[in-house]
């Protein structure tokens, strides 16, 4: 064997799995899951036939503010605070 053939793109997905257990395992951290909210993508507006760019642009505006408002939240919310009890923990 060489050492290339460890790497984990060549490892079959049992080993990947495994190790990637046993590595969380060792480290004794259990992340929970991050909130859909924060993994969720915001689609674009519409552009219908004919509408004024105007029109198109004030939606796409309006789309862009609530994903920014969902990234904030995952930060303020939840990344932040799990950090500070992470790092508490310490």
């Known amino acids: 064997m060489t050492g290339c053939s460890l790497l984990p793109h060549r490892l079959s997905p049992e080993l990947?799995?495994?190790a990637t257990e046993q590595g969380?395992?060792?480290?004794g951290l259990h992340l929970p899951p991050l909130?859909?909210?924060c993994r969720k993508p915001v689609a674009h507006a519409a552009v219908p036939l004919g509408e004024s760019i105007?029109?198109?642009l004030k939606r796409e505006q309006a789309k862009l503010d609530v994903a920014n408002?969902?990234?904030g939240w995952c930060a303020l919310m939840f990344y932040d605070p799990l950090r500070a009890r992470l790092a508490g923990s310490k």
């Open 54 to 56: 105007g029109a198109v």
């Open 35 to 37: 909130p859909d909210r």
């Open 69 to 71: 408002d969902d990234k």
């Open 24 to 27: 969380r395992a060792g480290a």
């Open 16 to 18: 990947q799995q495994a």
